[in-house]
C-alpha cells in the first residue's frame, strides 16, 4: 500500500488516480474526504497518524504542517520504508526564503527511511488562480509579465512521483535507482506569464487580456495567504530569477523517458476551467 498526503491537490489527485490504474493500493490523506479511498487527517496533527500509515509501504509527502519529524516518525514506527518529498525548487536555489520546504527535507534525509525528494519548480496549475478573472471577464494580471520560467505540469510531478514510488528494490542491494536522490522538475521551456495567458486565450479561442501587476500589487494580493519571508522570496524568484531557476532541468526526461509537457498543452487540457 502506498499513502498519499494531499491527496484532493493538483499532484496528489494525479498521483492516486495514477497508482490506482496501476492496480496499486491507495490510502489518499486529506483534510476533507473526497472519494472512498480518502480518509480525513492533519499533517499540522502527526499524533493520530500512525492508524493511517499502518500497513504501507510507501508515503507521499507534502510539505505542510511544521512537525516533518513527528510525521516521519509515525510513519516509520508504522512499518513505511520509503518516503518520496514534493518539496520546492526554492529549497535549493533560495534557502532562507525557503526555510519551511528545507526543514521538511532535513527530516526526509535523517529519517532512516529510503527517500526521494522532489524539487518542483513553478505548476501550470498556478494558473488557476486566473480562472475567476478569466471567465468573468477574460483578464488574467500577475507581475513580471515577460519574465521567463519553466513551469511544469502538475501531471508530470504527479508521473515522476509515482515512477519513483513504483520502482522496486533491487534484490541484492535493497535500495532503489531513486533513492538518495534529489530531482529539479520542471516544464520544457520557460514561458513568461504573458505567454501563458495567451496560451490560455488560445486554448478559448478567444482573446484574453494580460495585465501586468506591479511588485507591490502582486505583494498584496499574495500576503492574503503565503507568510511575508515566502511572498518576498517568491517575487525574487519570479522577478529575478537566478540562471539555475531558469534552467530545464533534464529529470522529467530522465525519471519517464519522454519530455515534460508544454504550458500549452497542460491550458488546452484544463481549457474548460476557464470558459
Given at each position: 500500500m502506498i499513502v498519499v498526503t494531499g491527496a484532493t491537490g493538483n499532484v496528489g489527485r494525479t498521483l492516486v488516480r495514477t497508482l490506482t490504474e496501476d492496480q496499486v493500493q491507495v490510502t489518499g490523506v486529506a483534510r476533507h474526504i473526497s472519494g472512498p479511498r480518502t480518509v480525513s487527517a492533519d499533517l499540522a496533527e502527526p499524533d493520530g497518524l500512525r492508524d493511517v500509515f499502518e500497513g504501507a509501504e510507501a508515503l507521499f509527502l507534502l510539505v505542510a504542517g511544521e512537525r516533518p519529524y513527528d510525521v516521519l516518525d509515525a510513519a516509520k514506527s508504522a512499518g513505511v520504508r520509503k518516503v518520496v518529498l514534493l518539496s520546492s525548487q526554492g529549497a535549493g536555489t533560495r534557502p532562507e526564503a525557503y526555510?519551511?520546504?528545507?526543514r521538511f527535507e532535513?527530516?526526509?534525509?535523517?529519517?532512516?527511511?529510503?527517500?526521494?525528494?522532489?524539487?518542483?519548480?513553478?505548476?501550470?496549475?498556478?494558473?488557476?488562480?486566473w480562472a475567476e478573472s478569466i471567465r468573468a471577464r477574460r483578464t488574467a494580471a500577475a507581475p513580471f509579465g515577460d519574465v521567463g520560467l519553466p513551469f511544469v505540469d502538475p501531471d508530470d510531478v504527479a508521473a515522476v512521483a509515482a515512477a519513483v514510488l513504483l520502482t522496486d528494490a533491487?534484490?541484492?542491494?535493497?535500495?532503489?535507482?531513486?533513492?538518495?536522490?534529489t530531482y529539479t522538475l520542471t516544464g520544457p521551456a520557460p514561458t513568461t506569464p504573458r505567454a501563458r495567458a495567451a496560451a490560455i486565450a488560445t486554448a478559448l479561442g478567444e482573446p484574453v487580456t494580460?495585465?501586468?501587476q506591479t511588485r507591490a500589487e502582486a505583494h498584496e494580493v499574495m500576503a492574503r495567504f503565503m507568510p511575508l519571508p515566502v511572498v518576498e522570496g517568491t517575487l525574487a524568484l519570479l522577478g529575478e530569477p537566478t540562471e539555475e531557476e531558469r534552467r530545464v532541468s533534464p529529470d522529467v526526461e530522465r525519471v519517464l523517458g519522454r519530455a515534460p509537457v508544454a504550458f500549452a498543452a497542460w491550458a488546452e487540457r484544463n481549457a474548460v476551467a476557464f470558459r
Open positions: 526555510a519551511h520546504p528545507r532535513a527530516a526526509v534525509r535523517e529519517s532512516g527511511l529510503d527517500w526521494t525528494i522532489l524539487r518542483s519548480g513553478g505548476l501550470d496549475s498556478n494558473a488557476f488562480a533491487d534484490t541484492a542491494t535493497h535500495t532503489t535507482t531513486h533513492t538518495g536522490v494580460f495585465t501586468e
